[in-house]
T-cell receptor, first 116, second 109 residues
Framework: GAVVSQHPSRVICKSGTSVKIECRSLDFQATTMFWYRQFPKQSLMLMAT?????????EQGVEKDKFLINHASLTLSTLTVTSAHPEDSSFYIC????????????FGPGTRLLVL | GQNIDQPTEMTATEGAIVQINCTYQTSGFNGLFWYQQHAGEAPTFLSY??LDGLEEKGRFSSFLSRSKGYSYLLLKELQMKDSASYLCAVTDSNYQLIWGAGTKLIIKP
């Protein structure tokens, strides 16, 4: 199957700092990338959908000014958590899709963020 | 509203067979996915069904009945490494992926 990488895999930061997470599709061009958040023992929660070259579409309740998403190329999307707080500590997972919605989403390995 | 139901937790014995059910009520249907997620890891793709019937892939099979809004994932010859959560997800008429809460499968020796 297709390969999606995510970096870093784990990050610990101080409250008030910003953290950038990268998501790359390694062997295909990702028309659409998705960012999810997952709290312990809970299901995936979609945060936003980004299409290459256009603004991300955020889900209700997700602050676009706090979670900045940039999908600058067909193989790279970044999520920046600005002014992180302890409640932002979570498992952030990206996924990428090559074509239209009939195609499978392939997930990156996830980034575990801990804000102290 | 849109809803996907699957059991919260199931237990099975190594070497046995287990069936994980998923029922859905969504605004339209454009395909159903099954993903496996081990604790602390991201989900990995298992199967995709868009037409009625059974899709077999090694030890795993997935079945779909669109008229009943029902799918199941069948795991045969269970191994300890199959202990994981299994997520059912449906693409609705707006091509949004709706996720179930997942079924935690515990395999006992």
């Amino acid at each position: 199957g297709a390969v999606v990488s995510q970096h870093p895999s784990r990050v610990i930061c101080k409250s008030g700092t910003s953290v950038k997470i990268e998501c790359r599709s390694l062997d295909f061009q990702a028309t659409t990338m998705f960012w999810y958040r997952q709290f312990p023992k809970q299901s995936l929660m979609l945060m936003a959908t980004s299409n290459e070259g256009s603004k991300a579409t955020y889900e209700q309740g997700v602050e676009k000014d706090k979670f900045l998403i940039n999908h600058a190329s067909l193989t790279l999307s970044t999520l920046t958590v600005t002014s992180a707080h302890p409640e932002d500590s979570s498992f952030y997972i990206c996924s990428a899709r090559e074509g239209d919605s009939r195609e499978t989403q392939y997930f990156g390995p996830g980034t575990r963020l801990l804000v102290l | 509203g849109q809803n996907i139901d699957q059991p919260t937790e199931m237990t099975a014995t190594e070497g046995a067979i287990v069936q994980i059910n998923c029922t859905y009520q969504t605004s339209g249907f454009n395909g159903l996915f099954w993903y496996q997620q081990h604790a602390g890891e991201a989900p990995t793709f298992l199967s995709y069904n868009v037409l009625d019937g059974l899709e077999e892939k090694g030890r795993f099979s997935s079945f779909l009945s669109r008229s009943k809004g029902y799918s199941y994932l069948l795991l045969k010859e269970l191994q300890m490494k199959d202990s994981a959560s299994y997520l059912c997800a449906v693409t609705d008429s707006n091509y949004q992926l709706i996720w179930g809460a997942g079924t935690k499968l515990i395999i006992k020796p």
